[in-house]
């Protein structure tokens, strides 16, 4: 079984930049992408970014251009890089693993964490 662990939440002050990190208890050969959503109160979940073992990448609109994904493959982590936080993005952050195809749908890959939230204040 995949467990990961994600950190780095909390309340920020909007304009702020922090850092997500998800750690992968191990990768699976069923895992070829790992992934970001979140939800907001009253909101579906929705995919923020994805990133396979090709190191290709995938942002939903809103945070293009501000969020950044990325992975230490010989860590097993994944990070994902918050600038310019607006009260938008408050949401529960999820770090999820599984198939390319997968991650990239709302229904995501196989394996979730237990998310962290991310308040930003205004």
């Known amino acids: 079984q995949v467990q990961l662990v994600e950190s780095g939440g909390g309340l920020v002050q909007a304009g702020g930049s922090p850092r997500l990190s998800c750690a992968a208890s191990?990768?699976?050969?069923?895992?070829?992408?790992m992934a970001w959503f979140r939800q907001a109160p009253g909101k579906q979940r929705e995919l923020v970014a994805a990133?396979?073992?090709?190191?290709?990448?995938t942002y939903t609109g809103s945070v293009k251009g501000r969020f950044a994904i990325s992975r230490d493959n010989a860590k097993n982590i994944l990070y994902l890089q918050m600038n310019s936080l607006n009260p938008e993005d408050t949401a529960v952050y999820y770090c999820?693993?599984?198939?390319?195809?997968?991650?990239?749908?709302?229904?995501?890959?196989?394996?979730w964490g237990q998310g962290t939230q991310v308040t930003v204040s205004s």
């Open positions: 999820n693993a599984g198939s390319w195809n997968l991650v990239q749908t709302m229904r995501g890959g196989r394996y």
């Open positions: 191990k990768i699976t050969f069923s895992i070829d992408a």
């Open positions: 990133i396979n073992s090709a190191s290709q990448t």
